[in-house]
C-alpha cells in the first residue's frame, strides 16, 4: 500500500556549506552566426549536496539546455559557448569521453519525462539495469540483477518486475522503474526534467512523495525541472525561476511563496487558479515568450511587463535597454529586476 | 431542468471491444457507462477525470463523434441519433462545436487565419457574402486577437500555441453555435498563457449564453471557470453538483483523492490529505457488480462491493455514487449506514 497522504511542508533547507554543483555563467548556442539561438544565456545557479531545487519556467525558456548541460549530453548544434559547469570544483568541460562517461550516472543522472521512451521496448526491465550498471563497473550479470530487483523494491515495485517487458507496466511504473536506475549507482545528484507531467495527478503525487522520502533516506541532491510552479512550492528547498535564457528570481520555496519579487514570478503564481479561497479574475501574463534567435533588448521581460511604462521615462529607458543583473536582496534571495535593489 | 437543457445525454454508454476478438477472448470495455447530465445555456460544466477515465469518450459522444451503444443524445429535446435526415445532422454540427486538445494539429498550415473562419461562415450561410470580411474581423476580435485586420493575414506558424486556440476558437464561434464541447483547450499551452484562454471561456459563456462543455483533468481551473462539475471515474460519473460544491465539500471518496493530490501551496502541510490506495481511474473490462472504487476507498462496507452504487442526490444539487456517503434509502435500510454531511 502506497500512502498518498503526505506531509509536504518542505523540510528545512539543510545548511551545507559546500557546493556539489555550480554553473557560473552557463551559455548554451544552438547553431551559430546568423542563425544562432542562444538558448541558455550567462545562468548562475549553485546546488548543495542533499537539496532538492527546482528550476521553473514554461517551454522554450531553456531549463532542459541547462539540466542537458549539467549532464553533458548537449548534442550539435547546441554547444556550450561560454561559462563553467563545475561538479565538486571539478570542470567538467576538461573531462575526456571516459571521465564523462563516467561522470554520467555515477555522479548525476537524469530522469526524462516520457518514460516511455527512455526504455527500450524489447528488453526486459532488469536487463536494462543489467546493460547500465556493467557499463559503470565490473558486476556480474547475477548480482546486478539482485541489485536490479532491489532498486525496485526500493521504488515500490515488487522486485518480480525485473522479467516484465515496458509495455506491461504501466506509466506510473515506468517511471518508477526509470527513477530506480537513475539511483541505480547511488549519484550525488539526479536530475529530473519533468518527471511526473505525462502522469495523472494522483500517480504525480505518489511518485513525488517516494522521490522525497528516497531522497531523505538516500541523501542524493535534486534538481527537479518543471513549468508547475505550485508543485516546486510544495515539493523542493528551493526555487529558481528562468525567463528566455536567464535566471530571474531564485529563493527558498517558502520565501518564493510569500514574497515573490520579479514580475514574472508573480505573474506566474496568478496563473494557477487556487483550489482554496475566493475566485477572483486572474491576469495571468500577457503576451508571448520571446523568440530566442532575437530577444527583446534590455529586460527580456519588459514587453509583458506591467510596470514598464514609457510615462516612467527614466525606468523605461533602462528597462528596454539595460540587461539587469541577479543581484542577492536577502539571503539566498536573488533577483534580477531594474524595479528592485537599486532604489528604483 | 430537462426543459431548459440545450443538450442532454440520457444514460449514454459507450463500449469497445478489447483484447483477441476473433479468438472470442476479448471483454467489452466500459468506456462510458450510464452517463447522464445537462448542459444549459450560460453555463459551463466542467468534466473532469484521469486519463482514461471516460472524459474523452463522452465529448466525442456528443460532438456524434462516437455511436453510443446504448442511451441518447437530446439536442433542444429532441434524439439526435433519430433524425438522420441531412439538414438536421448538418444543423446539430455546426450547433454543437468542438475544440481540441491541439491548436497546431486542428489548422491548416498553408491557410491564412482569414480563410479559417471565413470557410464556415460561407458555407453555413452565417452572413451575405459581403459581410464575410467585417465578420472575420469580429470574431477576431471577440477572441482578443487585436489588431484584427493583422491576424486575419497570419498563418498557423506566426502564431504562438495561446493565439492558435484562440482561432480555434473563433472558428467554433463563427458558426454562432448553441453549445461548445472544450476538450483540454489549455493542457497544451504554456502556464502564462492558460488562464488568459480560461478568461475568455468565461467571457465567451456570458456574451454568447453558450452551453459550455469543459472536459480538463485541471480541477483548479474547473473550479475557476464552471458553475458545475462532473467527476468521472472508471467510465462512470461519480459525483456532480455545483462546482464549489463539490470541490469545497466533495462526497465521493475519488473527488476527495483528487482533489488532495493537486499541489497548492496554500494547503502545504495541511492535514487533511486523505489516504488512499494506488489503483487506476481506467474503465475496465466487464466491470463485476459493486462499486468500481471499492480497491482503493477507505470507506468500504460490505454493500460495495454486492451492488453498484447509483448517483443519488445526497445534498441539494449534488450527487455522488457511494454507498458510504450518499447512500439510496434502501441501502440506508440494510446498512444502517448514515450519510456525511
Known sequence: MISVSTELPASPVPVVPETLVELRG????YGSGSRRVRAVDGVDLAIHPGEIVGLAGESGCGKSTVANALMQILRPPARIAGGEVLFRGADLARLGTDELRRHRWRNVSMVFQSAMNALNPVMRAGDQFVDMMRAHERVSRRDALTRAGDLLELVGIDRRRVRSYPHELSGGMRQRVIIAMALALRPELVIMDEPTTALDVVVQREILQQVRDLQRELGFAVLFITHDLSLLLEFAHRIAIMYAGEIVEEAPSATLHAEPLHPYTIGLMRS????????????????APPDLADPPAGCRFHPRCP?????????????????????ELAPGHRVACHLVGSGA | MTSSATLEALGLSKQFAAGERLLGRG????????????????????????????????????ARLYVPTSGSVLFEGRDVAADHRRREVLRYRSQVQMIFQDPFGSLNPVKTVRHHLARPLRIHHVVPRN??????????EQVGLAPPEKFAEKYPHELSGGQRQRVAIARALAVEPLVLIADE????????????????????????????????????????????????????????GPAEQVLQHPLHPYTQLLLSAVPDPATVGDAKRIEIRKGRASASVDP??????????????????????????????????????????????????????
Open chain 1, 307 to 327: 510596470h514598464c511604462l514609457p510615462e516612467n521615462a527614466a525606468l523605461f529607458a533602462r528597462q528596454t535597454a539595460e540587461r539587469p543583473v541577479l543581484r
Open chain 1, 26 to 29: 552557463l551559455v548554451v548556442d
Open chain 1, 272 to 287: 494557477f487558479p487556487p483550489l482554496t479561497g475566493p475566485i477572483e479574475r486572474m491576469a495571468g501574463i500577457p503576451g
Open chain 2, 185 to 240: 483547450p489549455t493542457s497544451m499551452l504554456d502556464v502564462s498563457i492558460r488562464i488568459g484562454i480560461l478568461n475568455l471561456m468565461r467571457d465567451l459563456k456570458a456574451e454568447h449564453d453558450l452551453a459550455f462543455l469543459y472536459v480538463t483533468h485541471d480541477l483548479a481551473s474547473a473550479r475557476y471557470v464552471a458553475d458545475d462539475v462532473l467527476v468521472m471515474y472508471a467510465g462512470q460519473i461519480v459525483e456532480q
Open chain 2, 288 to 341: 463485476a457488480e459493486g462499486c468500481r472504487f471499492i480497491g482503493r476507498c477507505p470507506l468500504t462496507v460490505g454493500v460495495c462491493s454486492e451492488l453498484t452504487p447509483q448517483l443519488v442526490e445526497a445534498r441539494p444539487g449534488q450527487s455522488a455514487r457511494c454507498h458510504v456517503t450518499a447512500p439510496s434509502p434502501v441501502v440506508r435500510e440494510e446498512t444502517h449506514v448514515e450519510p456525511i454531511r
Open chain 2, 131 to 140: 459581410r464575410v470580411e467585417q465578420r472575420v474581423l469580429d470574431l477576431l
Open chain 2, 27 to 62: 471483454g467489452r470495455v466500459h468506456a462510458a457507462d450510464d452517463v447522464s447530465f445537462a448542459l444549459r445555456p450560460g453555463t459551463i460544466t466542467a468534466l473532469v477525470g484521469e486519463s482514461g477515465s471516460g472524459k474523452s469518450t463522452v465529448a466525442r459522444l456528443l
